[in-house]
């Protein structure tokens, strides 16, 4: 069972977040498939221990007030099978480095320098318009890699979904192997996401949207 902080953290997304709301339209039956997200890697340090707290706000840990730091962002997006239905119930975790490109891990390279203020991970339930919402830090890169956040999915009865979002434009994307893996051009353009200034923010919060496209429709 998913806890009630999981489930309190949704209705306060649905019913609270304007912001959101563009990107959370539930779409029609397409006459296409959509293009299908690309499976990527898990990398080497999904958290090797789960932290207490693993609600969709990352910037702050528990009930400290101190938040995290990095450039405040809001992520949003759908998950959709093939014909572009959402999926409800589909649990969404993310994962990142911090501002100081650590993980939460503890093989990661840099771990003493990793901020304890920085959740690092989160979960998120989807509910009827297949939506989800975290609210993070923009990434940044380590050595090895580009800027990326790690993203799966999970559905009863069905093989986790993993894979990774890009920030477009970053110049590091060019040189980052798994990046490049991705073939397909249209594919890796549907990982490769904005992650523009929120409007009216007075902090210089980011927003993005990231739609993870499930290769199958709910009978297939």
């Known amino acids: 069972m998913f806890s009630s902080r999981l489930q309190l953290t949704r209705r306060t997304f649905c019913g609270g977040l304007a912001f959101t709301a563009a990107a959370l339209a539930t779409p029609g039956l397409m006459a296409e498939e959509l293009i299908r997200t690309p499976a990527q890697t898990e990398g080497p340090f999904y958290p090797d221990k789960l932290p207490l707290d693993t609600d969709n706000d990352l910037i702050i840990v528990n009930d400290q007030l101190t938040s995290a730091v990095g450039d405040i962002t809001h992520l949003t997006g759908r998950i959709l099978d093939a014909q572009g239905n959402p999926i409800r119930n589909a649990l969404v975790e993310i994962w990142q480095v911090d501002n100081n490109a650590a993980y939460l891990h503890t093989r990661s390279g840099n771990r003493d320098k990793y901020d304890s203020n ?21 990434p940044v890169p380590y050595p090895g890699r580009t800027p990326h956040i790690h993203v799966k999915v999970k559905l009863k009865g069905r093989p986790e979904f993993i894979t990774q979002c890009y920030i477009k434009g970053h110049a590091g994307n060019e040189r980052d192997g798994i990046w490049r893996s991705i073939r397909d051009e249209q594919q890796r353009n549907s990982v490769t996401i904005d992650f523009a200034p929120l409007k009216n923010s007075k902090l210089g919060e980011l927003a993005a949207n990231f739609d993870v496209v499930l290769g199958y429709t709910p009978e297939g």
């Open 118 to 138: 920085f959740q690092g991970f989160g979960r998120f339930l989807t509910g009827s318009s297949g939506g989800y919402y975290f609210r993070t830090i923009k």
